[in-house]
């Protein structure tokens, strides 16, 4: 059963068509990749799926109901988690803290509750306390959940990322670039920890990667983009097979990175 | 079990680059501050004379309203250029109620928070939507619109206002000297503290920090902006209510002029310079905005240029406000 379907999604900018008539599913309980040269309008499907970004034409089902064009905190609440390609973090606040706001859309204390810290407000504290720490031993860095953000190394900061967005308790994970800026092993960590998401938490994966390896490796499905437009879709053999593929890679080495 | 010694030892230790506040990290040193400080606070009006008195009561005053604002300025970000509004609303809630419709003093304090409740939700409703300049502006005419409508309406008084606000009294024993209202006043600035602290200390005051420190990072989480947003205004509104109904029972008259868009830039002032976000700095702040203009009233008129042109060079110096932020 498709856990997220796309449908015929196009989405302009000033003119520029950046996604066209886009088409792809993806399956409940597995790992899919999204993957296209730079540029091809990848981050834009992320943000189009989350609500950041309205499609012009087009629909998004998401767990059997239609999210296209709906708020992004209502598409979070609705089980569908994200990264960003660029950090974006709580810099300021600690790691505890950056991870409880995944939490917050599974919680309801408000004013009252806090001001007179009522017996449910203290129960639910611990309750998010508890499952962030969860969280964060799981992506590995329990460790370090007091220090402040903004001064963990490149790759701790990406897990904190990715436990902030499990916080939430998605059904579906979309991961843009999770592997830029790694080193090997923590590359060879990742792909472990996208298979423990899948594998533990029962979470869908939907990652877009430049690493191929990386992507060959954990991928069941792979859907490869050019221009905005679908131009291949398969496993790993039939992806790196299919002629258009290498040609829209090839066709731009330049672009790559080294 | 380590003693107490041990634990202000590791903490100064933990902190070398701590600064002149550094020792308040102590948790013990930080419990005698405020003891004595409480101490003083409540045993001021047994040696002071009623001027003291009276810049005291303001002082807390004051802290009450630069806490609420800061609810809205500090933990959510928002520029709000029109507060005195809300205080507006509060103060002639309790005005008219009382003084035209002989209502009790304390049940004008339900009618006040309702009132500014209600004027947060239509005024922050639309505009929280917007990018966050627009709430600058929206509020800043909102403040004029109120201080207007209260000028050119009859039940408020006209231009000369309202007079003869009924002194409240509890159990009998009638709030009417100035050292009563010293208490008055140091318990509402207490109960803001409190109230702050807890806010800011929960769900929905780290809610307000994701907010302020990347909108979209806090929508991807779940995080709806906009209610959030819309609950500090709100919250900082129905502070600005309150402190508004005890500010007419105390000067038993008030007027348009008292809520002016200088009024509001007045609370904003204590809120940046004492540092925004944090309650002590908050504080400092009032202390600094009330107490200033006291202590060099020989200056004469040319004490609010020295006062701007300090504000300044401590805004220069310290853009985080007096108060030191806090180190990881
Ligand atoms: N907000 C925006 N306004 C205008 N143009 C945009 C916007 N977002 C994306 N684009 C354009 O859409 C195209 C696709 O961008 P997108 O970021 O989706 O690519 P990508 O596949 O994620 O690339 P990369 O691999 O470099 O991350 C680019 O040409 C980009 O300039
Ligand atoms: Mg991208």
Same mark, same amino acid.
């Given at each position: 059963m498709a856990l997220l379907t796309v449908d015929k999604l196009n989405l302009n900018f000033a003119g520029l068509q950046v996604i066209k008539d886009l088409s792809f599913s993806v399956e409940q309980g597995s790992i899919a990749s999204l993957i296209?040269?730079?540029?091809?309008?990848k981050t834009s499907v992320f943000n189009c799926l989350t609500g950041f970004y309205k499609p012009g034409s087009g629909r998004i089902d998401f767990d059997g109901r239609a999210i296209t064009r709906q708020r992004p905190h209502r598409i979070t609440r609705r089980g569908m988690a994200r990264t960003f390609q660029n950090l974006r973090l709580f810099k300021s606040m600690t790691v505890l803290e950056n991870v409880m706001s995944g939490m917050h859309c599974r919680t309801r204390a408000g004013a009252i509750g806090a001001i007179l810290r009522t017996g449910s407000q203290r129960r639910e504290e611990r309750e998010i306390r508890e499952f962030c720490e969860s969280c964060l031993e799981f992506v590995g860095i329990l460790g370090e959940k007091d220090r402040v953000? #903004?001064?963990?190394s490149y790759g701790t900061q990406r897990r904190v990322e990715w436990a902030r967005a499990l916080a939430t308790r998605p059904r579906l994970l979309l991961l843009d670039e999770p592997a830029a800026g790694l080193n090997f092993d923590e590359k060879q960590r990742l792909i472990g920890l996208i298979k423990r998401i899948r594998d533990e938490l029962d979470i869908t994966v939907l990652l877009i990667e430049h690493d191929m390896g990386l992507v060959m490796k954990v991928s069941e499905m792979i859907t490869v983009i050019d221009y905005g437009r679908k131009i291949a879709e398969g496993n790993a053999q039939q992806v790196q097979s299919n002629p258009k593929v290498i040609e829209a890679y090839l066709g731009r080495e330049e672009d790559e990175e080294p | 079990m380590t003693s107490p010694d041990s634990i202000s030892g590791a903490a100064n230790q933990a902190d070398g680059s701590g600064g002149p506040l550094g020792w308040l990290e102590s948790q013990r040193n930080r419990l005698i501050v405020l003891s004595v400080m409480a101490a003083a606070a409540m045993l001021l009006p047994l040696i002071a004379n009623n001027y003291v008195l009276e810049v005291m009561s303001n002082v807390w005053f004051y802290v009450m309203l630069c806490l609420g604002l800061n609810i809205v300025v500090g933990y959510a970000g928002l520029l709000d250029l029109g507060y005195a509004a809300f205080f507006a609303v509060g103060a002639y809630t309790t005005g008219i109620l009382t003084s035209q419709f002989g209502v009790n003093f304390w049940l004008t304090i339900p009618a006040a928070v309702l009132f500014s409740c209600v004027a947060g939700i239509v005024i922050g409703g639309p505009t929280l939507r917007l990018r966050s300049d627009y709430l600058a502006i929206v509020t800043l005419g909102f403040g004029e619109i109120v201080r207007i409508i209260a000028r050119n309406l009859e039940i408020t008084g006209g231009a000369s206002g309202l007079i003869g606000i009924e002194k409240p009294s509890i159990?009998?024993?009638?709030? #009417?000297?100035?050292?009563?209202? +010293?208490?008055?006043? /140091?318990? /509402?600035?207490?109960?803001?503290?409190?109230? #702050? +602290?807890? /806010?800011q200390h929960s769900r929905l005051g780290r809610a307000w920090q994701y907010v302020r420190e990347d909108e979209?990072?806090?929508?991807?989480?779940?995080?709806?902006?906009?209610?959030?947003?819309?609950?500090? +205004?709100?919250?900082?509104?129905?502070?600005?209510?309150?402190?508004g109904c005890f500010f007419a029972a105390k000067m038993t008259a008030i007027s348009p002029e008292t809520f002016t868009f200088q009024q509001s830039v007045l609370i904003l002032l204590g809120v940046v310079l004492g540092g925004m976000g944090k309650i002590p700095g908050v504080i400092v702040g009032a202390f600094a905005l009330v107490l200033f203009p006291e202590v060099f009233r020989d200056l004469g008129s040319s004490r609010i240029l020295v006062f701007a042109i300090v504000m300044l060079v401590i805004m220069l110096y310290r853009p985080e406000g007096i108060w030191p932020a806090k180190k990881s």
């Open positions: 296209g040269p730079n540029g091809a309008g953000a #903004s001064n963990l | 159990f009998g024993f009638e709030i #009417s000297q100035i050292a009563h209202f +010293y208490y008055v006043f /140091l318990i /509402l600035a207490v109960l803001a503290c409190f109230v #702050s +602290y807890r /806010l979209d990072a806090a929508e991807a989480m779940g995080i709806d902006r906009v209610a959030v947003k819309l609950y500090a +205004y709100v919250i900082g509104a129905i502070f600005g209510g309150i402190a």
